[in-house]
């Protein structure tokens, strides 16, 4: 299995990271690494404005649905992509 990283950061998804599927409501976080097998979904991650360095917070979560904020924009991504974002 292939793991597709959108910085060049040595992370271990398994080695107890947190990821934006734990993180706290309303709290700003600062993106350590875009990881996924999925390349796809590391590049629509990118797209949105998630990575290495930026600021993201959850906003809200309902059901498997997460309200995040990049930047100056709010997006509703699946539990699958937060997931994939991880936080220092």
């Known amino acids: 299995m292939q793991l597709f990283q959108a910085c060049d950061v040595e992370t271990n998804i398994e080695g107890g990271d947190k990821s934006l599927f734990e993180a706290q409501l309303n709290r700003a976080y600062t993106i350590k690494a875009v990881e996924s097998t999925d390349k796809e ?24 649905t997460y309200v995040i904020a990049v930047k100056d924009a709010r997006y509703s991504i699946d539990a699958d992509l937060s997931k994939a974002i991880l936080l220092f």
């Open 41 to 64: 979904i590391v590049d629509f991650l990118f797209t949105l404005g998630c990575y290495k360095g930026e600021s993201v917070s959850v906003i809200s979560v309902l059901s498997d």
